[in-house]
């Protein structure tokens, strides 16, 4: 298994500011995954972070909102640029572990208010 | 393309009912992998269940249990004796394995004392 650490664990932050959210992980994995989750809604994944290479973002999502990082294999960073009152969501990170990656691993998210 | 659908929203059920939440499933892999994550107010996700698609087997676990059918792409969670504690967000999702998961949109379970 993986235990994530992430953090901040919540933060409330004035819109046109930035904010980097930190996801350590217990033991290297290849790939690392950012999640959104809205207000109300479910899980959307914003980026796949592969260490040594760029982060390949999902339709809707670009690297200059949300860049990110991946130094080493257990760690990886997200940062929310130029935030306005809709980004205020749950950022998670996940991993996959286990036999043939087959079990996904959270982070307890980060809950984020843009005033 | 993976698609998972739970159409019940939202469910409120009395203190020591049993409810049901739905998850019905797309995906053209022969393998793959399910599960349910429960998703308390304060917003950590918390595992539940894991079954990969060879293993049809229906699984209990306390008062939770889980019926797994290929035949109609379902993976149905059942809670028995509802409790307040289980007031929560409930999420099903879906992975070939080796990719992120695809959640469904959750339901949210309200258990009235």
């Known amino acids: 298994s993986a235990v994530i650490s992430q953090k901040p664990s919540r933060d409330i932050c004035q819109r046109g500011t930035s904010l980097t959210i930190q996801c350590q992980v217990d033991?290297?994995?290849?790939?690392m995954f950012w999640y959104r989750q809205q207000p109300g809604q479910s899980l959307t994944l914003i980026a796949t972070a592969n260490q040594g290479s760029e982060a390949t973002y999902e339709s809707g999502f670009v690297i200059d909102k949300f860049p990110i990082s991946r130094p080493n294999l257990t760690f990886s960073t997200l940062t929310v640029s130029n935030m306005s009152p809709e980004d205020s969501s749950i950022y998670l990170c996940?991993?996959?572990?286990?036999?043939?990656?087959?079990?996904?691993?959270f982070g307890q998210g980060t809950r984020l208010t843009v005033v | 393309a993976q698609k998972v659908t739970q159409a019940q929203t939202e469910i409120s059920v009395v203190e020591k009912e049993d409810v049901t939440l739905d998850c019905v499933y797309e995906t053209r892999d022969t393998t793959y992998y399910l599960f349910w994550y429960k998703q308390p107010p304060s917003g950590e996700l918390v595992f539940l269940i894991r079954r990969n698609s060879f293993d049809e087997q229906n699984e209990i676990s306390g008062r939770y249990s889980w019926n797994f059918q290929k035949s109609t792409s379902s993976f149905n969670f059942t809670i028995t004796a509802s409790q307040v504690v289980d007031s929560a967000v409930y999420f099903c999702?879906?992975?070939?394995?080796?990719?992120?998961?695809?959640f469904g949109k959750g339901t949210r379970l309200s258990v009235i004392a």
């Open positions: 999702a879906l992975s070939p394995g080796n990719t992120p998961l695809v």
């Open positions: 996940s991993v996959l572990g286990g036999a043939w990656n087959t079990e996904a691993f």
């Open positions: 033991s290297q994995v290849t790939m």
